[in-house]
Each structure stands twice: as structure tokens, then as C-alpha cells.
């Protein structure tokens, strides 16, 4: 076994990981829609409540899973130039053989994301790692802040966290919870990351930026525990 990373510890690195890439290759692309904010916490109260430790345990327990295959659409909406860059894809993760993040649109790249390391593909077959650069480094960093938290030891969440129970919704059936980083480097680019669920399906993901930028994904169709998952590594090639 290479890795058994919880879904949502390795996904969140893969994706802040594809944020980054994502924005620096396609600001100028025809994809690009104007947006509005959901940046640094003006659009957004959230007021931490008692048991809020005892409610991030339980939603990072709840969205293990040994295997996901889902859809994703993706929107990074870039404060300074007020606009949204789409894209779109799929994503397999197993907890035996890592995360890959498969984009299709508005252009087709995918990155195999395993324990020891994250390796690039492109569509005519190349690949490479892209293990040592800065998205790498940077985020190396978030997955040993978030290593404590993602296996529900709230005690660990909460010393690299400000955790706020972001409450559940009845209606629309999702539970949200808010995690506002303490160490420096990560909260110098990131004011705080917004999680919601559904049921025991991670349903999207939005990381807050100062100066009111922020990427959501949302996962579309999610299946779990599939005993034809597949391997990530097959499925990050092109055909």
C-alpha cells in the first residue's frame, strides 16, 4: 500500500494545488465571466458555536470513504481583475493508490497525487513531476497542517484551525463547517476554507483568499466505495 490518505486530506491538497495552475494558465482564456465576491469573510458571518470541535470530528469522519469517482465544476473568481475562470473534470481517488485530478475543460491536463509525491499528465501521453515546485511546497505545507484534523482528532484540527461550525441546512440537506488557518504562510494567502456535505459525500469545497478571491468546486454524480473504482494512475492518461 503507497498511501491511505483520508479523501478529503489528499483531495484539498490537489486541490489548492489546481487552483493555482488553473489561475495562472487560463486568466486569459474565453472562459473567463465576470463574478462577484465570496473572498475574505465580508460577504460571509459565521460565528464559532459550543461543540464546534466536537462537529469538525464528525464531519471529517463522515466524508471517509475508500474510494470516490465524481464529476467537478470548478469556479476561481479573481478579485483583481473581476472576473470567474470555469473549468470542469473528473476525479478518482482510492485510499490504497492516491487522488487523480483530471481536468477536461476548458483544457485537458490531470495530476496523479500520491503520498510521496504528484506527478503531471498531459494529453499526448508526457508526464512529470511537479513535486518540488512552489505549488508543491506550499502545499506539503497544508497537508501536514490538515494530517490531524481530516482523522477527526479534533485536538490536532483545532491547534492548526480556528474551527466555526458553519451549521446545518434542512432544506438543502448540507452541513458546512469553516477552518481558518493559523500558520502563517498558509493564512497569508488563504483568509479561511469553507467545507459542506451531504450526508456522508464531500459536496464542495470553497477556499476564501484575502482581497476577496476564492475557488469553489463542486462535486457532481459522486459515487462511492465503487468495487470497479479503478486505478487513479490509469485513469489521470489520456486516450
Keep these: 500500500m503507497r498511501n491511505?490518505?483520508?479523501?478529503?486530506k489528499i483531495l484539498t491538497v490537489a486541490f489548492l494545488f489546481g487552483v493555482f495552475n488553473f489561475a495562472g494558465t487560463c486568466l486569459a482564456s474565453s472562459d473567463v465571466q465576470t463574478g462577484k465576491s465570496e473572498g475574505n469573510g465580508s460577504a460571509v458571518s459565521v460565528t464559532a458555536v459550543p461543540g464546534a470541535d466536537a462537529a469538525a470530528a464528525d464531519f471529517f469522519r463522515n466524508?471517509?470513504?475508500?474510494?470516490?469517482?465524481?464529476?467537478?465544476?470548478?469556479t476561481r473568481y479573481v478579485a483583481e481583475a473581476g472576473r470567474s475562470l470555469k473549468s470542469s473534470g473528473r476525479m478518482l481517488f482510492t485510499v490504497?493508490?492516491?487522488?487523480?485530478?483530471?481536468?477536461?475543460?476548458?483544457?485537458?491536463?490531470?495530476?496523479?497525487?500520491?503520498?510521496?509525491?504528484?506527478?503531471?499528465?498531459?494529453?499526448?501521453?508526457?508526464?512529470?513531476?511537479?513535486?518540488?515546485d512552489?505549488?508543491?511546497?506550499?502545499?506539503?505545507?497544508?497537508?501536514?497542517?490538515?494530517?490531524?484534523?481530516?482523522?477527526?482528532?479534533t485536538a490536532?484540527?483545532?491547534?492548526?484551525?480556528?474551527?466555526?461550525?458553519g451549521g446545518y441546512d434542512s432544506e438543502s440537506h448540507?452541513?458546512?463547517?469553516?477552518?481558518?488557518?493559523?500558520?502563517?504562510?498558509?493564512?497569508?494567502?488563504?483568509?479561511?476554507?469553507?467545507?459542506?456535505?451531504?450526508?456522508?459525500?464531500l459536496h464542495s469545497i470553497t477556499?476564501?483568499?484575502?482581497?476577496?478571491?476564492?475557488?469553489?468546486?463542486?462535486?457532481v454524480s459522486p459515487v462511492t466505495d465503487a468495487a470497479d473504482a479503478g486505478m487513479p494512475q490509469e485513469?489521470?492518461?489520456?486516450?
Excluded at 448540507?174 to 494567502?189: E, M, N, W
Excluded at 476564501?208 to 475557488?215: C, F, K, L
Excluded at 485513469?235 to 486516450?239: E, I, T
Aim: aromatic share 12%.
Design 174 to 201: 448540507v452541513h458546512a463547517i469553516y477552518l481558518k488557518p493559523l500558520d502563517k504562510q498558509i493564512g497569508s494567502v488563504i483568509y479561511r476554507i469553507k467545507l459542506e456535505r451531504k450526508e456522508d459525500v
Design 156 to 165: 490536532d484540527l483545532t491547534a492548526n484551525f480556528d474551527v466555526a461550525d
Design 96 to 132: 490504497s493508490d492516491g487522488l487523480c485530478w483530471k481536468m477536461e475543460k476548458p483544457f485537458k491536463r490531470s495530476w496523479l497525487f500520491l503520498g510521496d509525491g504528484v506527478t503531471e499528465y498531459q494529453p499526448d501521453g508526457s508526464s512529470r513531476s511537479v513535486s518540488g
Design 235 to 239: 485513469f489521470c492518461r489520456f486516450r
Design 207 to 219: 477556499i476564501m483568499e484575502h482581497g476577496n478571491s476564492y475557488t469553489r468546486m463542486v462535486f
Design 4 to 8: 491511505s490518505l483520508p479523501f478529503f
Design 63 to 74: 466524508v471517509r470513504h475508500e474510494s470516490v469517482l465524481s464529476d467537478f465544476e470548478q
Design 134 to 153: 512552489g505549488n508543491g511546497m506550499f502545499n506539503g505545507i497544508l497537508l501536514s497542517v490538515l494530517n490531524g484534523g481530516i482523522e477527526g482528532n
